[in-house]
């Protein structure tokens, strides 16, 4: 598709107003929102993310797509969560100390509000307490942690380390994810489940909720 190569080609140059403005082209071709996400918006994050790796790109770069992606992704959110689904539970989510990657958590957060989640966003950079005293003070079914990076994903050990002291592990369901993670650490680590991506994280949230 010709306007998705643009797109890819607007988020690499970090162009919010033509992001915002392929993003609302698709939905005029009744593209649905999901799909929009999955394959305008992450696919070109991705090949950001592969120059970023490579040294081609740098922070400033992708600070400025990861800018224009989120002005694609304000624009789907609404439409992501107009679908009038029941409550289903709560989600206590945020990315770990350490580490500011917030859009894949965002996507998560969004994906579960559209499936019906009550969803409180702690943001980036959370200490243990932040999951913690947020999850018991909103009565959250599920706690979600997001780490991008190797050096701060160990920092989910903490947080589930902390709430086996307190007396507090079975109180929730503990869900982690993000790039560097896998299967293996999820268990490892004793979370409940590892969510690869978000629409994953929305159906393993069903599964342990129902
Ligand atoms: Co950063 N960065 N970054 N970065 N950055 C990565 C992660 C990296 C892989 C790039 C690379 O080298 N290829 C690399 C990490 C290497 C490693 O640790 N193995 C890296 C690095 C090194 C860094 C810095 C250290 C760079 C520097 O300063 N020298 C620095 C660290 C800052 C810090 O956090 N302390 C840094 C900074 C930044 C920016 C600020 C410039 C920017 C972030 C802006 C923002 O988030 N607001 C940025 C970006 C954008 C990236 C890449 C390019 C893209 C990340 C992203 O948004 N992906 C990334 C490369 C890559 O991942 N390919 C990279 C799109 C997003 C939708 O995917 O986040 O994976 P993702 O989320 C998915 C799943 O993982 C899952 O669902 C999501 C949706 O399907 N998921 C969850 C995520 N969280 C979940 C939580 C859940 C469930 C599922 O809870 C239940």
């Not at 071709?29 to 790109?57: A, C, E």
């Not at 980036?124 to 599920?142: C, L, Q, S």
Request: charged share 25%; proline share 3%; with cysteine.
């Amino acid at each position: 598709d010709e306007l998705v190569q643009q797109m890819y080609d607007d988020l690499y140059d970090g162009m919010k107003e033509e992001i915002e403005e392929g993003v609302n082209i698709l939905l005029e071709r009744k593209w649905t929102p999901y799909d929009i996400l999955t394959q305008s918006l992450v696919g070109g994050m991705t090949i950001v993310g592969n120059d970023f790796r490579d040294g081609i790109l740098f922070v400033p770069e992708v600070l400025l797509a990861a800018n224009a992606m989120k002005g694609g992704m304000n624009i789907l959110k609404p439409l992501l969560i107009e679908t009038g689904a029941p409550r289903m539970g709560k989600l206590v989510i945020g990315t770990v100390k350490g580490d500011i990657h917030d859009i894949g958590k965002n996507l998560v957060a969004m994906m579960m509000e559209g499936a019906g989640f009550e969803v409180v966003d702690l943001g980036i950079n959370n200490p243990v307490e932040n999951y913690i005293d947020t999850a018991k003070a909103e009565g959250a079914d599920i706690i979600g942690m997001s780490a991008l990076l190797t050096t701060t994903m160990p920092y989910m050990k903490i947080v589930i380390d902390t709430m086996v002291e307190h007396g507090i592990r079975d109180d929730y369901f503990v869900f982690v994810g993000g790039a560097p993670l896998n299967e293996e650490f999820g268990k490892a680590i004793g979370a409940d489940a590892y969510c690869r991506d978000a629409a994953v994280a929305v159906e393993t949230a069903k599964e342990f909720i129902a």
